[in-house]
């Protein structure tokens, strides 16, 4: 079973830049995937930003060119930068195991909020 920290997140200025971490533990198979979704109350989560099983890191058209993600096989990091309102949203780390089938992980949420 896997266990998703993150940590970073909380609040900044229009502007601004953040880093949010999500490191994993327990008892892990590989991880072929993972990355970041957030979500905005009574929304949908949306994918934002990961690395895929061939390695490529891609990133959503709304967040392209200010995020950067990293990831190492049981840790990766978000780089927030130039931050805008509309990023305010809580944000959830995933990974995705090589188990049969594929098992997804999740973090607990991480708030990053967004105001003057």
């Known amino acids: 079973q896997v266990q998703l920290v993150e940590s970073g997140g909380g609040s900044a200025q229009p502007g601004g830049s953040l880093r949010l971490s999500c490191a994993a533990s327990g008892t892990i198979i590989s991880i072929y995937e993972q990355g970041w979704y957030r979500q905005v109350p009574g929304s949908q989560r949306d994918w934002i930003a990961g690395?895929?099983?061939?390695?490529s890191i891609d990133y959503a058209d709304s967040v392209k060119g200010r995020f950067t993600f990293s990831a190492g096989p049981r840790k990766n990091t978000m780089y927030l930068n130039s931050l805008r309102v509309d990023d305010t949203a809580v944000y959830y780390c995933?990974?995705?195991?090589?188990?049969?089938?594929?098992?997804?992980?999740w973090g607990q949420g991480t708030q990053v909020t967004v105001r003057q």
């Open positions: 690395i895929s099983s061939d390695g």
């Open positions: 995933y990974m995705t195991e090589a188990s049969d089938p594929p098992h997804t992980s």
